[in-house]
């Protein structure tokens, strides 16, 4: 590749917002899993957990 | 006919040079040979080849080869077509004059050449007389085929999880908080290393609705948390259909093609889609009810397995289409090599694109296409550089960063905004119609230079049959209806070739993609050496 083709290569270029890990993998909810475990903080996990409880008990709750 | 030039035609046939030149008797050879329209019988042929200190032929060779009306005038014919049935069946004239020469019986004989001796009008009697399947592929569309892949996914679920957090985080601030609390919320919901990506996808709602408050975006959040659940949906429905159509590709009694290729973004998939439903669409191929494993409608979510699936893909399709895309990679180059050390042919079709046509749909493209085409490019097209004028650099570089500037301020990756994609072209305006020019121009030149590797440079272009020997070559061609002919040729047992002698070489060239099919070296080390660990 010639110096002038390194250069507009080299320029500022768009980064991808994730980093995906390349494997020959196909299982989409693991990948699911895996990503969710890396996103959440241990907080975040319990926030999430209580969020999903409480709407759990809203909609258990009988009607009056 | 002289007799120089019989003793050269008899070299052709048995692949060796006639010894003891001096003691031929030249005058009667003349005598014999001097008249072109000399019929010549099965005898008068071995007589000649005695006369030369040649073994003999048995009937069948000489029924096969040269016929009831063969004459001294059409015998240089008639070798030559013996030679293109040496080259086809073993790559060696001596040892296929040895062989075949020597069978008595013709059955046997119509065994030893069956690969040859098909007959095109049976082949496609056979064909337009198959019976309907009993087990269709549900056809999966076009916009959907990259829902089979990983990496052409992965962004899905990704936004999926990450709006997840996002949404607990608003409700868990209230609507009534400001951007700080919210943004010391997010902080504290994820992973510290997880945590400028999902600030950054806030930031850039922000930059698209400068005047939003939190509420807004919770509930911009919860209508995009309903689109990604039902792409999520989506993708999951997809490969339920996609995992039993490999079912289905698993159990067909006989496959006839299989495309090789490699796909990792979604535009490949589409493009694959596009090749595949464009070849078997062909005239030349609608009447054959062929069976093809396409890659864009199977799906198997284990790596070993997939690798098992499309290796047993290989061994039962009677020929490859390999899909030439941006990326040489090791899974389709495994593929090629597969069929081709099985002696089956490899058609490798690399598109001739018209370039504007090219640039048209490129500008049409989404915006992180035509960034991940010049990406492409810019890795591929190593005189992409040279060709710009100064003017044309300085463009490539500000379409580069408004493209890459555009890409980076996308809030979600994989739901597409129609609306800002064309607002984005409407404000590059000429500057994108001329780097979609250079873009397509520069692919050409990518395509070309494949090609031309492909045809003439690359020495594994022609691989060998590792069970026989013979050299098997790449048939390159770069229209869709050039590879839906040589398909058909392939599949009738109907493919055209010339011989040639060049260099030291005998090449069979296959005549619409002008490709060395099979080739035999004058090279006699080579031979010895190459041959003692085939034919022995």
Redesign the interface.
């Known amino acids: ?5 390194k ?3 080299k ?5 991808e ?2 980093e ?1 890990q ?7 909810d693991r ?2 899993q895996e ?2 475990e ?4 241990e ?2 996990r319990e ?2 957990r209580a ?1 999903s409880q409480s709407t759990t008990i809203r909609i258990d709750e009988p009607k009056r | 006919m002289d007799p120089d030039e019989f003793l050269r035609q008899v070299k052709l046939l048995t692949g060796s040079e006639v010894k003891g030149r001096d003691q031929v008797d030249r005058d009667s050879l003349a005598a014999i040979l001097r008249d072109d329209s000399t019929s010549l019988d099965c005898s008068h042929l071995n007589e000649l080849l005695l006369l030369v200190h040649k073994d003999r032929v048995e009937g069948p060779f000489f029924h096969y080869f040269f016929g009831p009306d063969c004459t001294v005038g059409i015998f240089p014919k008639c070798v030559a077509d013996f030679q293109r049935a040496a080259m086809r069946l073993y790559g060696n004239f001596v040892f296929a004059y040895r062989t075949l020469s020597r069978i008595k019986d013709a059955n046997e004989f119509a065994l030893k050449v069956t690969e040859i001796a098909k007959e095109p009008a049976t082949e496609l009697d056979s064909f337009r007389n198959r019976r309907r399947k009993l087990l269709e592929v549900d056809r999966i569309a076009r916009d959907l085929t990259p829902f089979v892949g990983y990496l052409s996914m992965a962004d899905i679920p990704a936004d999926f999880r990450s709006c997840e957090l996002l949404l607990s985080a608003s409700k868990e601030v209230g609507s009534e908080a400001n951007w700080g609390q919210y943004r010391s919320e997010v902080e504290v919901m994820a992973n510290p290393e997880q945590l400028a990506p999902l600030l950054q996808i806030v930031d850039n709602y922000r930059i698209s609705v400068p005047a939003a408050s939190v509420s807004d975006f919770g509930v911009f959040l919860a209508q995009s948390f309903d689109l990604l659940t039902a792409r999520r949906a989506d993708v999951q429905a997809v490969r339920v259909r996609a995992t039993r159509n490999q079912d289905t590709y698993l159990t067909w009694d006989h496959m006839d093609v299989y495309f090789a290729t490699s796909m990792r973004k979604a535009w490949e998939y589409k493009d694959l889609y596009d090749f595949i439903e464009g070849l078997m669409a062909s005239d030349d191929l609608t009447d054959l009810n062929l069976r093809y494993f396409d890659p864009t409608q199977a799906y198997t979510d284990n790596r070993i397995n997939k690798g098992l699936v499309e290796a047993l893909m290989l061994k039962r399709a009677r020929c490859t289409v390999y899909s030439v895309q941006d990326t040489d990679t090791l899974g389709k180059d495994s593929e090629l090599a597969s069929t081709l050390a099985q002696g089956k042919p490899v058609i490798a079709f690399i598109p001739d694109v018209d370039l504007e046509t090219r640039a048209g749909q490129l500008a049409d493209e989404d915006p992180a296409t035509i960034l991940e085409r010049l990406q492409f490019v810019l890795y591929a097209d190593e005189r992409l550089a040279q060709r710009l004028g100064a003017e044309e650099y300085d463009l490539v570089g500000r379409v580069q960063d408004q493209l890459a500037e555009y890409c980076t301020r996308r809030v979600w990756l994989s739901l597409p905004d129609e609306g800002a994609a064309s607002r984005f072209r409407a404000s590059l305006g000429q500057d994108l119609v001329v780097f979609c020019r250079l873009l397509a121009k520069s692919e050409t030149a990518v395509y070309d230079k494949r090609a031309q590797t492909l045809k003439e440079a690359h020495p594994l272009a022609l691989q060998v049959n590792l069970a026989t020997g013979v050299a098997n070559g790449v048939l390159v061609v770069r229209s869709i209806p050039d590879c839906a002919a040589l398909l058909r040729r392939i599949l009738l047992s109907d493919m055209e070739f010339t011989l040639e002698e060049k260099d030291e070489m005998w090449f069979l060239r296959e005549r619409i993609s002008g490709c060395i099919y099979r080739v035999v070296t004058n090279d006699r080390k080579l031979n010895n050496c190459f041959w003692n660990f085939y034919l022995r």
Not at chain 1, 11 to 15: E, G, L, Q, S, T
Not at chain 1, 22 to 28: I, P, S, V, W
């Open positions: 590749m010639s110096s002038d083709a250069l507009i290569l320029r500022d270029v768009h980064a917002r994730w995906h390349e494997r020959g993998d196909y299982n989409l990948f699911d990503f969710r890396r996103l959440y903080s907080r975040g926030i999430l969020q």
